[in-house]
């Protein structure tokens, strides 16, 4: 019995040596979450302060409280003030500010879409022949930047044999 009990210890210290880093781990994360915990009371208590004094001094809140970081694109009311504090002067990037719709969102420009606007007042489709006129030298003059929704009649554009001689007539125009 007595090799059985010397064995015995010997596991037994071993486990307690490889364990010790562990406990001391473990330990050190316990008191840590004490520390955590009284810092959280702390913020708890000092958050309605911070609500109406922090802005005093260009603190930004929190986006969502429950812990989660907002996704996607800020809510509309928030894109309205970051663009309103935009430096005046200079050239600006993104959006012209559209006139909002009900919803908030502005329809295209072209009569009759309906779809929502995503760039210079035209819906993602209108706006890739836009681009098309434009790189064929065809855009039509009503085809403005920024018109307003429902304002701009579509064209039909040609297609084969006949968008072949609309184009070889918009290149002649452009050289002659």
Not at 10 to 30: A, F, G, H, Y
Request: with cysteine.
């Amino acid at each position: 019995m007595s090799v059985d009990k010397a064995f015995r210890d010997m596991i037994r210290n071993e486990i307690e040596v490889q364990l010790k880093p562990l406990r001391d781990v473990v330990s050190r994360l316990e008191s840590g979450t004490a520390d955590l915990d009284a810092l959280r009371n702390v913020a708890e208590r000092l958050a309605p302060l911070a609500e109406v004094v922090g802005p005093l001094f260009g603190a930004q809140l929190p986006a969502a409280k429950a812990g989660r970081k907002a996704v996607g694109r800020p809510a509309t009311a928030a894109r309205g003030a970051v663009s309103a504090a935009a430096p005046v002067g200079g050239k600006r990037r993104g959006r012209k500010p559209a006139v909002a719709t009900a919803d908030g969102s502005r329809a295209c420009a072209i009569v009759g879409c309906g779809k929502p606007s995503r760039t210079k007042g035209y819906c993602a489709a209108h706006y890739q022949k836009l681009r098309m006129l434009e790189k064929t030298n065809r855009r039509p003059s009503a085809w403005v930047d920024y018109a307003p929704a429902d304002s701009v009649e579509d064209i039909k554009l040609p297609r084969g044999r006949a968008a072949s001689k609309a184009l070889a007539a918009a290149a002649q125009a452009a050289n002659g």
